[in-house]
């Protein structure tokens, strides 16, 4: 069964860094383009950026904007995070998640077809 496995969260300070990975097993990770989202305690789910394949394009929520840096390893089947000065605001369930429709860059998750179980972050002040 395909799956999408994150991990990388804890505790971290406000304006420190994380940095967050998903592992695919599906095959088909090449092909596809791949999201962050997080949803906050009481709040709904909420985008937070997207890469395609190769060639490589990115999207980002402004909230995130200069802050976060999304990646991925096509040959390792992997998507990354990287979470820089963070802030209070940035607590929440961070969810990886795929499309196979590999020029999106969608920020709705009616899109996304395959969900990670999430992996917390949470970030003190």
């Known amino acids: 069964q395909v799956q999408l496995v994150e991990s990388g969260g804890g505790l971290v300070q406000a304006g420190g860094s994380l940095r967050l990975s998903c592992a695919a097993s599906?095959?088909?990770?090449?092909?596809?383009?791949m999201a962050w989202f997080r949803q906050a305690p009481g709040k709904e789910r909420e985008f937070v950026a997207a890469?395609?394949?190769?060639?490589?394009?990115?999207s980002y929520a402004d909230s995130v904007k200069g802050r976060f840096t999304i990646s991925r390893d096509n040959a390792k089947n992997m998507v990354f995070l990287q979470g820089n000065s963070l802030k209070a605001e940035d607590t929440a369930v961070y969810y990886c998640?795929?499309?196979?429709?590999?020029?999106?860059?969608?920020?709705?998750?009616?899109?996304?077809?395959?969900w990670g179980q999430g992996t917390q972050v949470t970030v003190s002040s």
């Open positions: 890469i395609t394949p190769s060639p490589t394009r990115t």
């Open positions: 599906a095959r088909t990770f090449g092909s596809s383009s």
């Open positions: 998640a795929a499309n196979p429709n590999r020029y999106s860059l969608s920020s709705a998750s009616t899109p996304y077809n395959l």
